[in-house]
């Protein structure tokens, strides 16, 4: 069984820049996709960003802004949010799958001035 839990979200002036963190308890594999999702009020839940092994992946709304990555003895991934605006607000969840989703509870990340 995976438990992720999330952390780092808050409120950011457009520009601004936050750091999510995503803790992983219970053995995680790095051959196994683990990433980033958000979903906004009324929208359908999003990909963000992945990262397997040292491969990554980003959405196209994202890619260029946002950078993701892992720390293996801390059983952690980040993601590093630059260039933030208005319309990446949203709650981020992060995201892991080894035959089951498992998913966190999510973070609120607002953009605003």
Do not use: H
Not at 70 to 90: F, G, V, W
């Amino acid at each position: 069984q995976v438990q992720l839990v999330e952390s780092g979200g808050g409120l950011v002036q457009p520009g601004g820049s936050l750091t999510l963190s995503c803790v992983a308890s219970g053995r995680i594999f790095e051959a196994y996709p683990m990433g980033w999702y958000r979903q906004a009020p009324g929208n359908q839940r999003e990909f963000v960003a992945s990262i397997m092994r040292r491969t990554t992946t980003y959405g196209n709304v994202v890619k260029g802004r946002f950078t993701i990555s892992r720390d293996d003895a801390k059983n952690t991934i980040y993601l590093q949010m630059n260039s933030l605006r208005p319309e990446d607000t949203a709650v981020y969840y992060c995201n892991y799958v080894k035959g089951s989703s498992y998913w966190g509870q999510g973070t609120q990340v607002t953009v605003s001035s």
